[in-house]
């Protein structure tokens, strides 16, 4: 009889101690980002455009290198963060980022624009509400989103045309960064769908417009 | 017996950055100013104040511990406008009285300088993004430089000669000049980009 309470006790703890097979992760393919959505950013790869320096008219090509990376996350970070439960993460998303960097040939700024599909997981770390599908724009010190679609929010506006070197450009988003530093710091930025980058005013009066030729 | 008598004799030494290299570090009332380039893009230098640091070691004689060294190392950062990161760093350490390590970073490359009977010499230098190694450049020592109608006296002049590798990038200086007190007055960025300072 010991031996066999013995048995019995080592044979659940081994079980314990292993814990049960775990089930595989559903994993979800949120397949590629839709069309309408790529054309935001109306960059292609290996593209330049160009911003002229008001000042010296002083005119600086931008490189643009752009691509498209599959990421994969899951439905467990929020856990995770806050460090007070950690599951296994349920479901796994496969998902696209668009990823345009605009190089200048000049010791200035880089422009980044960025944007996934993430948006079509309810619980994924990326999710944002779908009225709200936005890309992020980093530049200097500039962070900002603006709507894939839909009506921008936050410190983003929309202005229903703008003029620049002679042209007028329509539906332009402003970004406006109101903080102040010591530093040189982009204070407003102008972009648009058709266009991309429009303009871009610095806090010490600098200006950087796009340049069009005739 | 004897091993106890040359341990119980080791004393702490402090070997001291000689005062007459701390005035190549930016002074704090000149560690905020501006530089114009040729296109009239301005760009803005804030350069922090020195921090040292005591890096230990130790002397020995005969396998014996004689001192418990301590080397004085003095470094000050500082960063531009549009530059990821530090664009600037001067660091000197006094190692054991022996050797004065003075490196000189400046945007992609640091200037690693030799110290010698107060003369001042650097050959070559590191690209330090690329991490591939040394590029060739000259260095001279001038008594005084004009920039913008200022007079700065004791510069250091560096220029690199490797086309390619200034080509390269436009981070990568191909000449600088240097002051004591001021720091960088006059440099030219990619072969291409001259900046003075204000």
Redesign the interface.
């Known amino acids: 009889m010991k031996k066999f309470v013995f048995l019995l006790i080592a044979f659940v703890s081994v079980i314990c101690l292993t814990g049960c097979p775990g089930k595989e992760p559903e994993v979800i393919d949120l397949g590629t980002i839709p069309e309408k959505y790529l054309a935001t950013v109306p960059y292609e790869d290996g593209q330049t455009f160009y911003l002229q320096h008001e000042s010296d008219r002083n005119i600086i090509p931008f490189k643009v290198s752009r691509h498209r990376i599959l990421s994969q996350g899951n439905d467990a970070w929020g856990f995770e963060y806050y460090g007070k439960y950690k599951p296994a993460p349920s479901v796994y998303f496969d998902y696209e980022v668009d990823v345009t960097t605009c190089k200048p040939d000049y010791p200035i700024f880089d422009i980044k624009l960025q944007f996934s599909n993430a948006y079509m997981a309810d619980s994924l770390y990326y999710h944002q509400p779908s009225s709200q599908k936005t890309a992020q724009l980093n530049c200097h010190n500039l962070y900002a989103l603006f709507p894939l679609i839909g009506e921008p929010t936050g410190q983003v506006t929309m202005l229903d045309s703008i003029e620049v070197n002679g042209h007028t450009y329509f539906d332009v988003f402003e970004f406006v960064e109101e903080g102040s530093s010591q530093d040189i710091d982009i204070k407003s930025f102008y972009y648009n769908y058709e266009k991309g980058v429009i303009a871009i005013f610095m806090s010490n009066g600098e200006k950087y417009l796009l340049y069009e030729e005739e | 017996m004897l091993l106890v008598a040359f341990t119980s004799c080791v004393k702490t030494k402090i070997h001291y950055v000689d005062n007459d290299l701390k005035v190549w570090f930016v002074d704090q009332d000149k560690a ?1 100013f501006m530089v114009r380039d040729q ?6 230098f ?1 350069v922090y104040d020195t921090v040292t640091d005591m890096i230990p070691g130790s002397s020995y004689f005969l396998c014996f511990e004689t001192n418990d060294d301590l080397c004085e190392n003095i470094h000050q950062d500082g960063r531009v ?3 990821v990161g530090d664009a600037l760093r001067l660091s000197i350490t006094n190692y054991y009285e022996t050797s004065t390590h003075f490196s000189l970073y400046f945007y992609d490359v640091c200037f690693t300088i030799e110290v010698a009977d107060d003369q001042f010499s650097c050959s070559e230098c590191l690209d330090d993004r690329a991490l591939v190694g040394t590029v060739p450049c000259t260095m001279e020592m001038l008594d005084s430089h004009e920039v913008n109608g200022k007079s700065y006296q004791d510069i250091m002049h560096f220029k690199i000669t490797d086309f390619d590798a200034i080509s390269s990038r ?2 990568f200086p191909s000449e600088l000049y240097y002051a004591k007190h001021y720091g960088p007055i006059e440099y030219e ?2 072969g291409k ?1 001259r900046c003075l300072r204000e």
């Not at chain 2, 296109?39 to 803005?44: E, F």
């Open positions: 905020d296109n009239d893009i301005v760009q803005v804030h406008t549009y530059f436009n981070t960025l990619g980009v």
